[in-house]
Every structure is written in structure tokens, then in C-alpha cells.
């Protein structure tokens, strides 16, 4: 019921920012835990940030935590990931993902998956 598309990806040098948006469709969204996750090549896809379906909880992985921030706007139906300082270990293809309710840092634990967008942070 849940689709999700990524945008705002792109090229950016060390110490920049990006601005990531999943926008999603079907009438359940704002029911709906999201949470971004990467994933770089030859590496497994892991978690970056949460929030929860009333956007009063957000969750973030060690080694984003302070640079990025996850929101969400529900008159817009969209979620967003705010990237500073970005790193050039922060490239990776990025995924939206949705599940029903309660937030998560498990890829399993995930329903619904955006196609990605690609970061690329130069060195």
C-alpha cells in the first residue's frame, strides 16, 4: 500500500551538505515508521536514521549521528534526511524504507523500500 520514491542525490564535496526526500504515496503513511538506510558497493545495506510514525522519535547510527537529521512532513506526504559534514565515507546509494508504526534499525524489519538515490561525497 506503501511506495516510496528517493530524490536529492548527487555529487558534493567533502564537508558539504545534502538534502535527501522520499515522497510517499497510500493513505496508511502517517501510520508509518520510516527510516533511511545505505548502502555502499562490496558492503552490506545498513541503517542510518529513524523516525517514528508521529515524528516525535528519531534514531540515528553512531556514525551519522550530529551531522544528519531525519524529518518527515506529513501535509506533504515526504520524509527527508538533512546530510552536514558530509564524509567520503558517506558514499553510498540511499534507500527510504516504511514499516507499519513502530521505528526500527533492522533491514528486516522493513516493509517497503524506495529504489535509491545515489551519494557521492569526493575525496
Known amino acids: 500500500q506503501v511506495q516510496l520514491v528517493e530524490s536529492g542525490g548527487g555529487l558534493v564535496q567533502a564537508g558539504g551538505s545534502l538534502r535527501l526526500s522520499c515522497a510517499a504515496s497510500g493513505r496508511t503513511f502517517s501510520s508509518h515508521a520510516m527510516g533511511w538506510f545505505r548502502q555502499a558497493p562490496g558492503k552490506e545495506r545498513e541503517f542510518v536514521a529513524a523516525?517514528?510514525?508521529?515524528?516525535?522519535?528519531?534514531y540515528y547510527s553512531d556514525s551519522v549521528k550530529g551531522r544528519f537529521t531525519i524529518s518527515r512532513d506529513s501535509a506533504k506526504n515526504t520524509v527527508y534526511l538533512q546530510m552536514n559534514s558530509l564524509k567520503a565515507e558517506d558514499t553510498a546509494v540511499y534507500y527510504c524504507?516504511?514499516?507499519?508504526?513502530?521505528?526500527?534499525?533492522?533491514?528486516?524489519?522493513?516493509?517497503?523500500w524506495g529504489q535509491g538515490t545515489q551519494v557521492t561525497v569526493s575525496s
Open positions: 524504507a516504511a514499516r507499519p508504526l513502530v521505528l526500527s534499525a533492522e533491514v528486516r524489519e522493513y516493509n517497503y
Open positions: 523516525i517514528s510514525w508521529s515524528g516525535d522519535k528519531t
